[in-house]
């Protein structure tokens, strides 16, 4: 089967987070299960230019044509990459704002990558099932079901749309429908709009033939209030055609007997590289003097509300006057940023913060620390609980999305379990989590039986992509099915 996918980030050329492996992991694997796979991207600064596939494809935007070149065609581990280029667009510092805020344009931006996605079936590369990912490619279904409606080039093609994050919308304001080219006749109630708005996000749900999303614990919360983000009824809506398939993870990449970015690699069998790893961890955040007989809890994560750091915050001296060294890596919010800053500047020699994102210290916080905290307030998937697992650093998570769908909690009593949840959004609920996984760690024979259940896992994206593979079945006959019964009219 042919399969396109269509996304706005995907390693190995563009990435802001886990959107960007799910693409890259996906396609990977559709490979090996014998699908002929290709993604499409914009090329944003820093993509080395590829060989011109076509010169220009015209697309409607404003009322006016913008003339956007398709580069790429190279193979990447058998998946084949194409890129929408238009400098104007995407040779920017950043791949959808900088740091005074979102680019203003991001309606235009994404809505031209669309319609130049659409130019590539149609032009280049004729895909049998189209995979869209995320409120920017959100008006691809909404244009093949609409302006598209009567081509029979690309009509029948069925679109799957994942929801890899229901809190990003791409929303704007009702003037972005002609700037962007969008098909007013889409803005009502029933499509596009959005309390007075412009809903991408929305057009995805509404108009693709099945929509997916990244764990079947998140594909059940965003049918309620909570986790719904204002869309819940829409989801309830077409449950019918809502499957939770869990995000696999790369170890190839993520992989301690293999890992070329830390210190000393290990086994489940073997684990005496872990304290090594250890070692070189304390070292790099200078908390070296301080770790004996002491857990390291380590946090590599975007510092974001999402991702409960404000429970962090409110339990902040608490944390620290546990018997525990605390290392965190990420970048963000800057209220979070000045928080780690402030922790690491009272309790030195106790925690470590690194304010940026870098991918060989994630790699040593994971193979180096004794626990992963993931406090998340929602977390539709996640992949760094998953890494955590096969590394044997023990997760320390809330009972949210994938985080609850993965991490199996441990009975103390009988070693079970691969770590330890808390189901209430509270800073009493982390703590206690916490205070168990630390009283579990003193216990050297039941911590190695609860390391080794978790590097027991696999979340390979072997079985996903299976998955994602019988559900594009499935959208490719309901959609033929259709055209059989149109044929018959």
């Known amino acids: 089967m042919k399969i396109l996918l269509v996304a706005s980030e995907g390693v190995p050329y563009a990435k802001t987070g886990g959107l960007a492996d799910v693409v890259g992991g996906l396609s990977k694997a559709l490979v090996e299960a014998g699908h002929e796979v290709a ?16 010169a220009s494809v015209t697309v409607a935007q404003g009322g006016a044509l913008r003339f956007p070149a398709i580069t790429g065609g190279r193979r990447v581990k058998g998946v084949r ?38 130019e590539i079936v149609k032009q ?13 490619a959100g008006l691809l279904p909404v244009l093949l079901r609409s302006e598209f409606a009567n081509d029979p080039a690309v009509n029948k ?11 990003y919308h791409g929303l704007f304001e009702k003037e972005a429908l002609e700037r962007a080219g969008i098909p007013e006749s889409e803005y009502h109630p029933g499509g596009l709009e959005f309390f007075d708005s412009v809903n991408l996000l929305k057009g995805g749900l509404v108009y693709a033939d099945y929509l997916t999303t990244v764990s079947r614990k998140y594909a059940e919360e965003i049918q309620t209030p909570e986790f719904g983000h204002g869309l819940d009824g829409v989801v309830r809506e077409r449950r019918g055609r809502l499957r939770g398939i ?34 070189d961890l304390l070292e790099a955040f200078h908390l070296g003097k301080n770790g004996e007989g002491r857990a390291v809890v380590g946090m ?30 990420g970048q963000g919010e800057e209220r979070y940023e000045k928080m780690f800053k402030r922790l690491a500047a009272k309790h030195a020699g106790r925690a470590g913060v690194k304010i940026a994102y870098n991918d060989e210290l994630a790699h040593k916080i994971v193979a180096g620390a004794d626990i992963f905290l993931m406090p998340s307030r929602y977390e539709p998937c996640g992949l760094s609980q998953i890494y955590s697992l096969k590394y044997g ?3 320390v998570v809330r009972a949210t999305g994938g985080l609850d769908d993965t991490i199996e909690a441990v009975d103390p009593a009988t070693g079970t379990g691969t770590g330890f949840k808390f189901a209430a959004y509270t800073g009493e609920a982390m703590m206690g989590a916490l205070r168990e996984a630390l009283t579990c760690y003193k216990d050297d024979a039941l911590w190695r039986k609860i390391q080794a259940a978790g590097m027991g896992r696999d979340f390979s994206w072997k079985a996903s992509a299976a998955e994602y593979g019988k559900l594009y079945e499935e959208a490719l006959a309901g959609r033929n099915q259709m055209r059989g019964a149109a044929s018959k009219v």
């Open 393 to 395: 650093t023990v997760p």
């Open 124 to 136: 280049v590369w004729p895909a049998e099932v189209i995979h869209c990912h995320d409120w920017q």
């Open 246 to 279: 869990l995000n696999g993870a790369d170890y190839a990449e993520w992989n301690p007997e293999t890992d070329r970015k830390i210190a000393a690699n290990y086994s489940a069998a073997e684990l005496r590289g872990k304290k090594k790893c250890r070692a």
């Open 81 to 118: 990459y194409f890129f929408v280029e238009d400098a104007e667009y995407f040779d920017r510092e950043g791949i959808y704002g900088d740091r005074s805020g979102d680019y203003a344009d991001n309606a235009e931006r994404y809505g031209e990558f669309c319609r130049a996605a659409i």
């Open 39 to 54: 993604v499409v991207l914009p090329r944003y600064r820093g993509i080395k230019p590829g060989p011109v596939v076509k």
């Open 157 to 167: 093609i069925p679109v799957v749309f994942t929801i890899h994050n229901m809190g």
């Open 300 to 329: 590599v994560s975007r510092f974001a509300g999402q991702k409960g750091f404000d429970l962090i915050e409110e339990q902040a001296e608490a944390l620290l006057k546990e018997d525990l060294l605390l290392v965190a890596l």
